[in-house]
């Protein structure tokens, strides 16, 4: 069954972000660019480790943007980001696979990620005060 299917609809967006597991490798850019590229990734492997060990709450407050957070705590019952989070998404063996960022300006990122079921989706990255966030995912 895949993540997006046990979640109400305006929380599919963040579904495969929070069972991330394996990154592949670099892309090549060069100078600021593959600076903000590897910032990207490490916000991904963040959010991977985050995922496996259950920790809903750095997700919501650290990892998402607080739009995306609030987001899913109103779509939840439990009017909780975390507890949302952790409910349903805490599955320590998913592996998602990180196949490219893409800087798409200062401000904006983008990576495309594969789940294990075989799903593509793009990831959407925004800087906030100097720091990149998730803010939506959607299918590829």
Known sequence: M???SKLAPSFVVAVPLLVLAALSGCGGSSGQSAQEEA???AVMADLQSS????DSGHICNKIFTPKLADSVAHASKTGSCAKEVKKKLFIPRETVTVKSVEVTDPASAKAVIDEQTGRSSNVFLVKQSGKWRV????PA
């Open 2 to 4: 895949s993540f997006q």
């Open 39 to 41: 910032a990207v990734r």
């Open 51 to 54: 995922a496996r060990r259950g």
């Open 135 to 138: 803010r939506g995912i959607r």
